[in-house]
């Protein structure tokens, strides 16, 4: 090599710390997210209502099984009837905020300590649970820290898996008070540093680009000091704030998938987890309103699986139904598309599809997830792919294969 030593020196220090840089603010996907955040007003929840939405989850899905098995197929429906009997509920977040209202602040009181005391006995199959407090706004602000306060007592602690949503992020500073609430709120009650997390819900224009034509998400997302743990797609607010008429509001209006493309490529290899926002929606009322109810929701669910969006709200315990369905359905056929190339590419064979190996990671992690969420089985993977167990699957997603 020609050039001066002194430069080289000097160009392989700076590269290293551009990587060391790139690293510490993407430190690349965190595996185990959930298929669903199921929402409830904190008034109305119990520590039963896992089982309780399970139970009429399985009601209707017994009552309209012939609609279902069109949409999936019958052993996806069995599969699916099993999952609301055993663990309907993946994430559960007991809502005090616009699905709680005011109602004054001795109740409010009151129901933050209950909500606590049941987030801290609900079952492990909940795997994560928490609340969404009111905003960090001027009006806001003093409710949503003593609500917060109130429910982390009830629970004598940080429950297992807890987080708690900031609604309405209008600005990356509301973030940093987020970040100083947690620090302080681990100081007076005693608690691990860095043992309080939060999502951040994106309802607003604002929080997708900010006055000075940034990305606000994605500077929140840096400005968490690692303490985000999702971003939640608030899909009415945010549609109403860009003016979109209410008949048109929707999760597939242009408006929800520019945001949420924002959101994705904002929290990519962050390990920052987005999730889909809801539809207002129910399958309630006679059967045909039902019928219509499942196969919109089937299809929203689908279609945003599709986009890359793991993960969305459940409002009403019939959600359950469609959402576990096109979940099961969407990685069965991710296996079925994904086993072939896996197997050839870890068999260094060619064919029709030559992955590279940044392809074969993402085939790895979506077989994975479908493990995962129940979707599939071991058995299934190996029939599929006999080279592929779920050990070399985990380093074919983590990149520690040798290059192929």
Known sequence: MTLPPEFLSGLA??????????????????????????????????????????????ELAARHGELLT????AEVLARVRETL??????????????????????VEDRDAT????????????????GIRIKGLTTAEWERAVRTLEHVLDGAGG???????????LRSVDQVAIAVRLCEELESAHGLPCGALRFELQIESPQAVIAADGTSAVARAIHRSAGRCSGLHYGTYDYSAACGISPQFQSLEHPVADHAKAVMQAAAAQTGVWVCDGSTQVNPVGADD???????????????????????????????????WLATFAFFRGALTAAAPRIDRYLRRQGGA??????????????????LDCGAIGPED??????AATVEVLTLLRERKLPTL
Request: proline share 7%.
């Open 13 to 58: 220090a700076r590269v290293g710390e551009i990587d060391a840089e790139l690293t510490r603010h993407y430190p690349g996907d965190r595996p185990g997210q959930p298929i669903h955040t199921a929402y409830v007003c904190a008034a109305d929840a119990t520590k039963e209502l896992p089982d309780e939405w399970g139970s009429a989850a399985a």
């Open 70 to 73: 069109g949409l999936a197929g």
């Open 85 to 106: 009997v055993q663990r309907p509920i993946q994430d559960l977040r007991l809502d005090f905020e616009d699905g709680y209202g005011s109602r004054g602040d001795e």
């Open 114 to 129: 209950r909500a606590g005391q049941i987030l801290a006995a609900l079952p492990t199959t909940v795997r994560s649970r």
């Open 158 to 168: 940080v429950p297992d898996g807890f987080v708690f949503t900031v609604p309405k």
């Open 289 to 323: 309103e039902v019928a219509a109810a499942l196969s919109r929701h089937f299809r929203l669910v689908t279609r945003s699986l599709e986009r890359g969006y793991y993960q969305g709200w459940d409002m009403h315990p019939g959600h359950l139904v469609t959402r």
């Open 353 to 370: 599809v030559v992955d590279e190996p940044a392809t074969a990671q993402a085939l790895a992690t979506v077989v994975l997830r479908g």
């Open 381 to 386: 993977i190996t029939a599929s792919a006999p």
